[in-house]
């Protein structure tokens, strides 16, 4: 095995990940569908064309809730929506219901240097996004029979630097009054939301708080090559992060009862989550209506309110960034929304090397090429062992041939001198693939990182190259990638005699070059800086293998 061979090897077993991937998304064994259950016909309003959201059997108390079809601010009260601006959210909450149907994130444009905030949660009935809120139970303000419709001071609020509150109050004919808060804290995407419960009725009141995020389930899918996730994902007690995607939600219902926990729904990039209080036992739950969308939420611990008494009741509604340590801070497992996939563990820690190398140079490129060095320097040892291992098989072929012709086609007699002189030369045949083995789970995980991580949106690197989160518009960088791996391939000898192989192996920087001009430029960057220091280092092994009379090539 070439060393050359074994690169390829590393970027072959990734695009057949990425092709595997796909073929069992399309042509994968499917479970059974379980059959259709008739939802009931929805109580909205004769204005709204929006669908309802359901909830599972096990919380059916939830409402079959509505939005409204304008979002124009000067609607009437009775079915207005009042705007919230924060230094981070521009938010429109809907006061029937107090639910959050526009979020748009103002630090995160659409397009860089656009004008325009990227849109997560959105009112649209084709892309619809939104997440609602509530009380339920037995004494539910939310119920299938209408939502509440809450009164509020003004229809606009704004952040000046210090903590928003957004209050809408509803109050009930036998006189208990609700005020739903929204908190909103400078610098955050996480908002506080509260029920304070005041009784002024004669009777125990009893409640039950519920959140839930409901979306459209057509959307943009992600390519072959850039496998992104997006639908749901929730935490328990016992597993910290798992994902539950929408065909998930189609085939199953979640049904989960854990203490703490949340729910969430995922893109690239960002995350929207519903936390309830986390030393509570909550039920998280999920649906689909109508079979074009999806909700996922939870329902929290009944809470009861004496006559005369007052209580308040909370969680936390996160809309924003795939920040890990914003995510971190508020609820455990959040963070891992961030998917590195199986190798989290290794993606975590070369995250963070490489948000500090950032901190000192300012420029994401930069930062990239200083761990690219760094991972390559750290695994030279295994590289040098994977060359010398290869050096000396090459070594031994020779030997080989004359045992070939000895034994000719008594495979077990010629196995035995195999192992014999391996044992004699003090050579390891797996030597070059082991190396090769312990690498590959690097190169994975950092490629995963350089995929997911929001902070190289929009990062701005040299010259032409201003998002490396998009792909080389010049396609520069691909170009060079191919080259390198072309020379790569020429420092080698070629050993195979089939002249197809031959063919094939001399094609191959060319044909995996192709894939690298619709990969971002922070992968093709890094992918060009390892072969770099490939090559430089293939220089030193050899020069230092023909030093010690070791045939290198």
Known sequence: ??????????????????????????????????????????????????????ITDDSGDVPESTIVESVNPTAT?????????SDTLDLLIDTRGGDVVSANLRKFPVTQGSDDSYSLLRPDAVSLYIAQSGLVGRDAIDSKKGRPAYVVSQQEFVMENAELIVPLKWTSADGVV?????????????????????????????????????????????????????????????????KFSFDDMEDEKLKETTVG??????????????????????????TVVQARYAAIGFKGAPVEVAPGDSTTISSTLYMGPKDQDALAKIA????????????????????????????????????????????????????????????????????????KERFGDDRQKMSQAMMEMYKKEKVNPMGGCFPLLLQMPIFLALYWVLLESVELRHADFIFWITDLSVKDPYFVLPVLTGLSMYLLQKLQPMTIQDPMQQKIMQWMPVAMSLFFFIFPAGLVLYWLISNVITLVQAKIIYSSMEKRGLKAK
Request: hydrophobic letters at 40%; proline letters at 7%.
């Open 261 to 286: 926990g949340w729910a969430g729904m995922l893109e690239h990039y960002f995350v929207s989550a519903w936390v309830p209080p986390q030393e509570d036992t909550n039920q998280l739950y999920s």
């Open 77 to 85: 009260q009775t079915n207005s929506v009042v705007h919230v601006l």
């Open 332 to 403: 455990r497992g959040l963070d891992l929304t961030v998917d590195y996939g199986v190798l989290w563990w290794i993606s975590q820690p070369l995250f963070a090397l490489l948000q500090f190398i950032q901190s000192i140079v300012i420029n994401w490129g930069l930062a990239i090429i200083i761990i690219t060095i760094i991972v390559k320097g750290a695994m030279y040892p295994l590289t040098k062992k994977q060359y010398e291992s290869m050096a000396k098989m090459r070594n031994l072929a020779p030997k080989m041939a004359q045992l």
């Open 178 to 242: 609700v005020t739903k808060r929204f908190i909103f804290t400078p610098g955050h995407h996480d908002v506080k939301v509260e029920y304070e419960v005041v009784n002024g009725s004669s009777q125990v009141k009893q409640y039950q708080q519920y959140g839930q995020l409901k979306q459209a389930i057509e959307g943009t899918e992600s390519s072959m090559f850039m496998p992104t996730y997006r639908g749901g994902a929730f935490s328990t007690q016992d597993d910290r992060y798992s």
């Open 1 to 54: 095995m070439e060393s050359q061979r074994s690169f390829l090897i590393i970027g072959l077993a990734l695009v057949s990940f990425l092709l595997w991937q796909e073929w069992q998304k399309d042509y994968g064994p499917q479970p059974v569908q379980p059959a259709q259950i008739v939802e009931p016909a929805p109580l909205s309003t004769p204005s709204s064309d929006l669908p309802p959201s359901t």
